[in-house]
């Protein structure tokens, strides 16, 4: 009677968090993380990311080269892992905000009338 | 026999990925979507989110109330969204790079090094 | 029959504009200066800016040393370079429409109504 | 005896910057304006200029209409007054800052390795 494997793998948003609790606590770093400052920190971190795209036209957008890609991933991950530490710090569920926040947006930009449409929800 | 029920819950990284991708073909908003618009939405929604912490002082950051909360896990959600747009249009696994950039940032930030300390890397 | 001295000093910002004209043109940056690229050019130089700021206190940020003060001076002056720019490429008149904006400003938060407070014109 | 008219006009940004006290002060904003909260508005500011960009494509962006500078001279008024309230705090000279760090600039980027070339300073 071979027991049917069970995925006992987290769930990865729950792991980083859960990663992310122990780094900052064993650098006892909780007295930088205010709400306030992790969101200021994922602006910064958004904004290194954004400059790698600063000067490039649309063609040169088109064709990312893995060296870049490598530096892109990174300041992705930099995002995402504070983005994670303020959900964290405010206790909010990220994925549910996620999914919530998708579901919202799909009622906000009804298929019909968004179609090939950049508009904001507001001018639709 | 009764088998053990299996997990088959997708991870919630790629759950989401997935549903962005139906979201946005449904609306043929790829052509929106290059990685410069996406990755300068990324810093628009992160500004929306820091705008909220603007003016309050630590200790009102300490106290911030259910409908507060509310708002930041939709500006959170927002960056999120954009976050795992940006990995998929550029073909990376999001969950990955951000685990392997906790692993750096363990070695720029060794624990005795940087305990209590806010310096940069760099700066150590 | 002493002439008066004239004044001919031409105003800062236009000054500083037309640096900056001779500046782009003798590099042959025009065509990386779309209004597109400046407007994120300017996003990017204010979160160089802001990340000096990430971790302090308030206490911290209340007693900023001159070596900190000419660093921040750099940064303040790379988002200033950029507004004028794009300013200049929208053939916009920076001086008058921060009057006006300050104009605008005085009847959104009538001194009553705003005195000692940081709500938003609209939650007043 | 017809005396040249002398031209007292201050330089806009100082005028600007005097204004700025006033408004402030009159609203008893002072305690608002710490140098890390003035940091991001300048940030938040920039975001929202920038979110006029967001979508549009580089055709549409040479081609702005009336309307949307108008809007588009707001936003960058309000980056430049957070701008010089910020270096007002921080008793810089504004002015001062900027032609230095266009000098500066000028020896970053020699004009002979820089032509037609958005390459960073340290890549060229």
Redesign the interface.
């Known amino acids: ?1 071979n ?7 987290k ?3 729950i792991e ?1 968090r859960d ?2 609790r122990q ?1 900052a606590n ?4 909780g ?2 993380h ?4 992790l ?6 971190e ?13 063609a040169e ?2 064709d ?1 080269q893995p060296d870049a ?1 490598a530096t ?3 300041e ?6 504070y ?1 994670l530490q ?2 964290d710090k ?3 569920d ?2 549910t ?6 579901q ?3 009622v906000k ?1 009804p ?1 019909e009338k ?5 508009k904001k929800y507001n001018e639709l």
């Open positions: 009677m027991a049917t494997p069970i995925n006992t793998a769930d990865s948003l980083l990663a992310l780094f064993e650098r006892d770093w007295r930088f205010s709400p306030k400052n969101a200021i920190a994922i602006s910064v958004a904004a290194e990311l954004l400059e790698h795209f600063q000067w490039l036209s649309e957008c088109a990312i890609k892109l991933a990174e992705l991950a930099d995002v995402l892992l983005v303020l959900a405010l206790d909010l990220l994925a905000a996620a999914r919530d926040k998708l919202k947006n799909a930009y298929i968004s179609r090939g449409n950049s």
